[in-house]
């Protein structure tokens, strides 16, 4: 078995010790054989997704602009194990590739009627001066900025 392999099979099916996982992320990282999709957010186990996060983040940009438009399902719920690591992903984006994801990733939450993804992604927003002025569609900014100081 290969040592991609073997760091795969862990941070997925074992629970080790962060030290041993955190090598394993770090192999990950520039395993050619592991495109960005296998890290992204699955509905296994969610105490993996740190791990597949940190895979994406030492990634960066522009490695991972393949996979953009999915990082945000982990803004759905900011408590979920790797959304800190994720925002902290996005924020690296160049401004115009940020703003455009996340123009899309709001309209989503708009559709899904995802009222706590709303309540996050305005919540980004603001730590990202990400404003009503940046969006094509104005509407959908105004939508989660509403809905957010409804919440008072």
């Known amino acids: 078995m290969k040592a991609a392999d073997k760091a795969y099979n862990d941070i ?12 394993n992320v770090k192999l990950l990282v520039n395993a050619k054989d592991y495109d960005n999709r296998k890290f992204i957010m699955d509905e296994r186990a969610n105490w993996r997704w740190h791990y597949k996060a940190r895979v994406l983040l ?16 982990w803004l759905q719920d900011i408590n979920w194990p790797g959304a800190d690591v994720i925002m902290e992903l996005l924020s690296t984006l160049p401004r115009d590739v940020l703003v455009s994801s996340f123009e899309e990733a709001t309209e989503k939450a708009i559709k899904a009627k995802d009222y706590s993804w709303m309540e ?8 990202n001066n990400i404003t009503e002025s940046d969006f094509k569609n104005k509407e959908f900014f105004r939508h989660i900025e509403d809905f957010y100081k409804s919440l008072d």
């Open 12 to 23: 997925m099916y074992s629970v080790l010790p962060e030290k041993i996982q955190e090598e």
């Open 58 to 73: 030492l990634r960066g940009y522009p490695r991972v602009k393949d996979v953009i438009p999915e990082l945000y399902y």
């Open 120 to 127: 996050f992604l305005y919540m980004f927003a603001e730590d």
